[in-house]
């Protein structure tokens, strides 16, 4: 049986979530309109989720990164 997560680590999970996800909304909609531009108006689609998969994981090892520099493991 795992060991339950102090309510500080579960709420920090949640907003790492809701910030990754937020960033990726963003991206998405970034990579559209560099992708349609400056490549061909057929990567539009491909690359906003290039984009955003890209922003979701920068913020998301962000996250992780400061959690463990502060809290640790």
């Known amino acids: 049986m795992a060991a339950a997560k102090s309510p500080l680590r579960q709420e920090f999970e949640k907003e790492r979530r ?3 996800f937020l960033t990726a909304m963003a991206g ?3 990579g559209v309109i560099i992708a349609d531009t400056w ?3 057929l990567a539009g689609i491909p690359g906003g989720l290039v ?3 890209f922003a979701y994981a ?3 090892a962000y996250e992780t ?3 463990r520099k502060h ?3």
Do not use: E, Q
Request: hydrophobic residues 50%.
């Open 65 to 67: 990164l400061m959690w």
């Open 28 to 30: 998405m909609g970034i």
């Open 51 to 53: 984009g955003g998969a």
């Open 58 to 60: 920068l913020v998301w």
């Open 71 to 73: 809290h640790g493991k």
């Open 39 to 41: 490549i061909s108006p």
């Open 18 to 20: 809701r910030a990754s």
